[in-house]
């Protein structure tokens, strides 16, 4: 399983992609990318990761019981587990949010307050974008703050290996807001915290929500350097 792309162009291509073409993805490849993100760091090698891996029936059930829930409850009717966002948002991190949302609504022709199109928008999440594996990612709840760190380093280099293989991810942490119905279709026990998701696929070169380039804040912004 060779990679296409060195590691510095895997990293510099990574994008959030939310449009995938219908190409299927083998499980050898994912098995694959896996075991290599699977030698990422973790506090004394507890390696405390797991991930479930869904593709083709069993992935369009998952998506379909959801919009079931979704459209029976609401949105507030499903929470996640655990806050991902600040309770209480503030610069720069408000404004940064809010100009991804529009950069990317605005290449899909969004109007703001248009609100059929963005709900619609939001719910493809649900489906994985399209992409012909989703991904879920659990952790034991009895463990710390570490434990999550290590996951996090743990995805990220499973979005590095992809690019390195030529395809394409979404994290997605909306899918942790229906644990209670990937509980009931994947069987995941009551004591695993449904983290995050995850599509994965061949990105679809010509949805132009795929056109989104996001701006990074320089090192020199979120860095400090002391006796260079």
Request: proline share 5%.
């Amino acid at each position: 399983m060779p990679a296409t792309l060195t590691a510095a162009e895997a990293i510099r291509t990574r994008r959030s992609v939310r449009a995938f073409l219908p190409t299927p993805v083998d499980r050898a490849t994912v098995e694959g990318l896996l075991t290599l993100a699977s030698r990422s760091p973790s506090g004394s090698n507890i390696q405390p990761w797991k991930v479930r891996v869904i593709a083709g029936d069993v992935r369009k059930r998952v998506s379909a019981a959801i919009h079931v829930a979704l459209d029976r409850d609401g949105e507030e009717g499903h929470k996640r587990e655990w806050n991902y966002y600040p309770v209480n948002w503030r610069e720069p991190f408000l404004g940064r949010r809010r100009k991804i949302g529009w950069d990317l609504y605005g290449l899909m022709g969004i109007q703001k307050g248009d609100f059929e199109a963005t709900e619609k928008q939001r719910r493809r999440n649900y489906d994985f974008f399209d992409a012909p594996v989703g991904l879920l990612f659990t952790l034991d709840e009895d463990l710390e703050i570490g434990s999550w760190l290590d996951l996090g380093i743990f995805i990220g280099a499973v979005m590095i290996a992809a690019r390195g293989l030529g395809l394409d991810t979404c994290p997605q942490a909306a899918l942790a807001n229906f644990h209670d119905v990937l509980r009931a279709e994947l069987r995941i026990p009551a004591n695993e915290v449904v983290v995050c998701g995850m599509a994965l696929g061949h990105a679809d070169p010509d949805a132009p929500e795929n056109k989104l380039v996001t701006e990074r804040a320089s090192a020199g912004e979120f860095a400090t350097f002391d006796g260079f």
